[in-house]
């Protein structure tokens, strides 16, 4: 799950925990694969930016810039932010165990494996989650450091056979400044509905403090009577020295006929500069999707640049479009507008423009490349979900019907989720 920012003193690369807006793509990756438009955006151990309409005359619009030769001002105006803000102290080995003792071999007391969510790796699968519920724990103890520890376990029970296992676990240290909670749940009804979920946080000496939860759903889905397995994750850190801090949000949607839904929010703040970015991809399972993107980020200084594009095919057929833009902090806006209309036939038609007089308007042969299937979809989800699909459901009273509520909503809803 998504990067750990630096000070919060574990030993990570700097390549591992890349705090940056989005890095705005040249044209023509954009058409040539649409699969690295999404998947670029946060890659790489340089971050190039591309500074357009600057003021200064010395970059033009088709320029790529290092950040390490350019002047102090050029990296305020525009540079994409960085990790947070790194020290001697933050970077020393010993910090992690310093926030982070952990219990010694001897001691029955749960390890400490919470740490802070790392960036944009997406949903992780539940063998990677590791869920694993007790059977009736109610412990604690004090480690030999002076750091304390707790696990507990229970199960409820409500209408429709609802029935929720959960194990609940975490510690802090002697002076009370660092502390981790852990809730790992279990839950079904009779309707068929099964949900495996965890939700983590934890806090530091320094005012670090993260968040995090997954959750992994199956229910049969009242409208169409098809099975849908549905995975959904959010992440959010901040540090306590500095104004800075991210979250996300992600989303994927299956059913069994290879409908496809996938999406992410996320926002990041490192002093002075703010960036987002969201995307979609949408799969009807019969040959059509749609993929979309839209990052953008500005300084306080007033300088804003972004990125988006969208397509849409069905068998081979579509269009795609997209523009790129940048304000500067007088106000100047420079953006570039394109699109492309694929006929099927090996004929595209190119068109865009942009603010400071280039245009084009052409056809040419080319051959139109596209994903009509996602490269994850239902069969993977299925076979990653094996925890999920095990989970036992009370046995249903002879007679008895679980409440349904066919009212006026437009959409169907999950059932009510009850934390436990």
């Known amino acids: 799950m998504a990067s750990v920012p630096q000070s919060f003193g574990l030993r990570l690369r700097r390549s591992e925990v890349g705090f940056r807006p989005p890095v705005l793509f040249r044209r023509r990756i954009l058409i040539r694969n649409s699969d690295c438009k999404i998947k670029c955006c946060c890659s790489g151990k340089v971050t190039p930016i591309r500074i357009i309409g600057s003021g200064s005359g010395r970059y033009n619009a088709d320029e790529w810039v290092d950040l390490k030769k350019m002047t102090h001002k050029d990296r305020i105006q525009a540079a994409p932010a960085l990790p947070f803000a790194s020290s001697s102290k933050s970077l020393t080995s010993s910090r992690q165990e310093k926030f982070f003792p952990r219990c010694t071999p001897k001691n029955s007391g749960p390890q400490f494996r919470d740490t802070p969510p790392k960036r944009d790796t997406g949903i992780a699968n539940e063998k990677d989650w590791g869920i694993s519920l007790n059977e009736h724990v109610n412990e604690s103890g004090v480690n030999a450091d002076g750091s304390t520890w707790y696990r507990e376990s229970g199960e409820d029970f409500g209408e429709n056979g609802f029935r929720c296992r959960w194990t609940k676990m975490g510690g802090q240290s002697h002076d009370g400044l660092s502390e981790w909670k852990e809730t790992w749940w279990e839950k079904s009804d ?12 934890g806090r530091n000496s320094e005012g670090d403090s993260w968040w995090e ?59 002075e500069q703010s960036w987002w970015e969201k995307w979609g991809e949408h799969y009807d399972g019969r040959g059509s999707v749609l993929k979309w993107t839209d990052k953008w980020a500005e300084t306080e200084l007033g300088t804003r640049w972004g990125d988006k594009w969208e397509e849409k095919f069905f068998s081979g057929i579509g269009s795609r479009q997209g523009e790129t833009w940048h304000v500067s902090p007088a106000g100047e806006r420079w953006s570039r507008t394109w699109g492309e209309e694929h006929f099927g036939n090996g004929k595209v038609h190119k068109y865009g423009k942009s603010t400071t007089g280039e245009s084009w308007d052409i056809v040419v042969d080319e051959e139109t490349y596209y994903e009509a299937e996602p490269h994850y979809g239902w069969a993977d989800v299925v076979g990653d979900s094996s925890q999920l699909l095990s989970i036992q459901p009370q046995e249903k009273p002879p007679g008895v019907y679980p409440y349904l509520d066919f009212g006026s909503t437009p959409s169907p809803s999950l059932p009510k989720d009850d934390d436990p």
């Open 213 to 271: 939860t997954w959750r992994e759903v199956l229910y049969q889905d009242e409208w169409s009577n098809l099975a849908r397995i549905e995975r959904s994750a959010q992440k959010q850190a901040k540090s306590g020295i500095e104004n800075a801090g991210w979250y996300e949000n992600w989303w994927e949607k299956y059913d069994a006929k290879g409908w496809t839904e996938k999406g992410a929010h996320k926002y990041g703040r490192l002093n």
């Open 190 to 201: 009779w309707t068929g509905y099964k949900e495996l979920g965890v939700e983590k946080s």
